[in-house]
């Protein structure tokens, strides 16, 4: 029986295909060995860029506190002035007026009764509301209107109606803004009414 020479032929096809597959399969996982090193080498370098980071951050913050405790000792050993807001006593304005007086000195003294000062103080409180900081505790809303009313009811200086409220002359300037301009946004169209703007407009 004579053989086949075709077979030879056909194992030799197969030996070679089966050669490629094995190279092409070492060749896909030396890639894959290099792509996982490549991430590893990544996530190893993300990692020292975040605790270089985060060293700095610390050291960043030490230097921070180590210049705010110098600036501390070097204000300390400072004469003079040190305080963040001057002492100042607002004991008239807190224990005598409103405890104290009565309608008779309020519409004498703010030309409105202590009820129309407190309508004025809740219609007023969204706008004039000031929030408390680490610093210092704001000006009260009935402090604020208070001061305002003070100054356009009398003929004082800031200077003069900031010792009476125990505040500096630039925040009874200030306050007086605020609140002459909280009135007029706030409270004008709801209190104030023409009854004929075309003919009050045209004299």
Request: proline share 3%; aromatic share 10%; hydrophobic share 45%.
């Amino acid at each position: 029986m004579e053989a086949n020479p075709v077979l030879p032929a056909a194992f030799r096809g197969i030996k070679d295909l089966q050669e490629r597959l094995r190279q092409s399969h070492q060749a896909v996982q030396h890639w894959e060995e290099v792509v996982t090193a490549c991430r590893l080498r990544r996530c190893a370098a993300w990692e020292d860029f975040l605790f270089s980071q985060g060293v700095q951050a610390r050291q960043r913050q030490a230097r921070r506190r180590r210049c705010i405790r110098c600036l501390q000792i070097l204000w300390e050993q400072l004469p003079g002035r040190r305080w963040w807001v001057y002492p100042r006593s607002s004991d008239w304005w807190d224990n005598f007026v409103m405890r104290i007086w009565g309608e008779e000195k309020w519409l004498e003294n703010f030309r409105m009764s202590r009820s129309t000062f407190n309508w004025l103080v809740v219609a007023l409180r969204d706008v004039l509301q000031r929030q408390r900081t680490e610093m210092r505790a704001p000006v009260s809303v009935e402090r604020r209107v208070a001061v305002a009313l003070w100054w356009m009811a009398s003929t004082m200086s800031y200077r003069t109606v900031g010792h009476q409220f125990g505040l500096a002359r630039s925040t009874v300037a200030g306050i007086v803004v605020e609140v002459t301009r909280a009135i007029t946004e706030a409270l004008l169209d709801r209190v104030v009414y023409l009854r004929d703007p075309d003919k009050v407009s045209a004299g």
